[in-house]
């Protein structure tokens, strides 16, 4: 029935992954163009449709091809559109740095899906609900990307900023 329908198991796999991959464009528009937290709405994303993460997972590591994935789906391309609505286009800062600052965030954020349970088990937050887990996350991948994003010179400031925020919001999600 799989031969006749799909041509074969990569045939399936291959319908699967358009599938999916159409589930997740829709969520990264809906994510970076009504959302003002898209990290929040992405990790939401993610949780309620745990076969777009294993798409992306898979495609990851190199069991599915990544080009037509990559071509399907534009969350490398808007995060780096965010991260330069971040920047506001300081020529400072090239285009590149908006990549690389987008590289690391994708990281952060596939990391976050991937080693979720062993991360939580690891630092023994198990007890904390998920939903804090997922908003102090999103708020530390935005200060990732607004970190990277930062125009001034004194990096060190920056970073303290940076940390400073993130410790706020820990500190509001954790009510203490």
């Not at 490398?76 to 286009?89: F, S």
């Not at 630092?123 to 999103?138: I, N, Q």
């Amino acid at each position: 029935m799989v031969t006749r329908a799909f041509g074969g198991k990569a045939g399936l796999e291959l319908a699967v992954s358009e599938r999916l991959a159409q589930v997740l464009e829709v969520a990264v528009i809906s994510a970076f163009t009504e959302h003002d937290q898209p990290f929040s709405a992405l990790i939401e994303v993610w949780r309620s449709h745990p076969r777009v993460a294993h798409l992306l997972v898979r495609a990851g590591l190199n069991d599915l091809p990544v080009q037509p994935l990559v071509d399907s789906v534009s969350l490398g391309h808007r995060l780096v559109g965010h991260i330069e609505e971040l920047r506001g286009g300081n020529p400072k800062r090239p285009a590149q740095r908006s990549r690389v600052a987008a590289y690391l965030t994708l990281c952060g954020l596939f990391g976050l899906y991937t080693f979720d349970e062993f991360l939580t088990w690891a630092t023994r937050l198990d007890g904390m609900p998920v939903a804090d887990r997922d908003r102090v996350s999103a708020l530390a991948l935005q200060s990732v990307a607004a970190l990277a994003a930062d125009s001034s010179i004194d990096r060190a400031g920056t970073a303290v900023k940076a940390l400073n925020s993130l410790n706020c919001a820990i500190s509001d999600v954790l009510g203490a």
